[in-house]
């Protein structure tokens, strides 16, 4: 069974850097596992953040970043804002139509 | 712009089951897989299931496979999930998404309805 990893939290400053990273189990993630970001906040719907690993999605800002830093997918937020503050979660696709979430990163901006 | 809208949700004894739907409007349907993701209270967001374009692949998490199925109807633009043999671990808010190809493959998902909850209790 594939485990994707994620840090269970975070805390950032505002105006600071924070890099959130999604991992596996077994084995590195590469682009060829199309890694994407999703932010939430409590009571509402996912908002898609990044696709393929590092292209934003529509109306995203770009202070937020993907990337592959070493055998992990990551999302760098630059100059974090209070409305930062959610949970994010990553998604790769593993094979043969099957996609696993990761199991969330709540970011504290404080 | 993109809207989905789930509908079927309630409360449900273990062992029963229940059907979701999704009405989609704003793009053209056909055109891409869907997908239904939830998320029990309190936890993760979970890729329960996808369907291609024309039905003709449709994939399943190891915790749902043989209980439920993904369905679609692209005259009625909808996706359906037929949740059969319940659990209480299956109590959720399930949320359609829209995926970004025609088959189940790569992608990822770029639009989410507002989820329907489903309540597994004795």
């Known amino acids: 069974q594939t485990v994707v990893t994620q840090e269970p939290s975070f805390s950032v400053s505002p105006g600071g850097t924070v890099t959130l990273t999604c991992g596996l189990s077994s084995g590195s993630v590469s682009s060829t596992y199309y890694p994407s970001w999703y932010q939430q906040t409590p009571g509402q719907a996912p908002r898609t953040l990044i696709y393929?690993?590092?292209t934003r999605s529509s109306g995203v800002p770009d202070r937020f970043s993907g990337s592959i830093l070493g055998n992990r997918a990551a999302l760098t937020i630059t100059g974090a804002q209070a409305d930062d503050e959610s949970n994010y979660y990553c998604a790769l696709y593993i094979h043969s139509g099957i996609w696993v979430f990761g199991g969330g990163s709540r970011l504290t901006v404080l | 712009e993109v809207h989905l809208v789930e509908s079927g949700g309630g409360f449900v004894q273990p062992g029963r089951s229940l059907r979701l739907s999704c009405a989609a409007s704003?793009?053209?349907?056909?055109?891409?897989?869907m997908h239904w993701v939830r998320q029990a209270p309190g936890k993760g967001l979970e890729w329960v299931s996808g369907i291609s374009w024309n039905s003709g692949s449709t994939n399943y998490a190891d915790a749902v496979k043989g209980r439920f199925v993904i369905a679609r109807d692209n005259t009625k633009r909808s996706l359906y999930l037929h949740l059969n043999s319940l659990k209480t671990e299956d109590t959720a808010l399930y949320y359609c998404?829209?995926?970004?190809?025609?088959?189940?493959?790569?992608?990822?998902?770029?639009?989410w309805g507002q989820g329907a909850l489903v309540t597994v209790s004795a």
């Open positions: 998404a829209k995926g970004t190809r025609l088959a189940l493959t790569e992608g990822y998902f770029d639009s």
């Open positions: 393929s690993t590092s």
């Open positions: 704003g793009f053209t349907f056909d055109d891409y897989a």
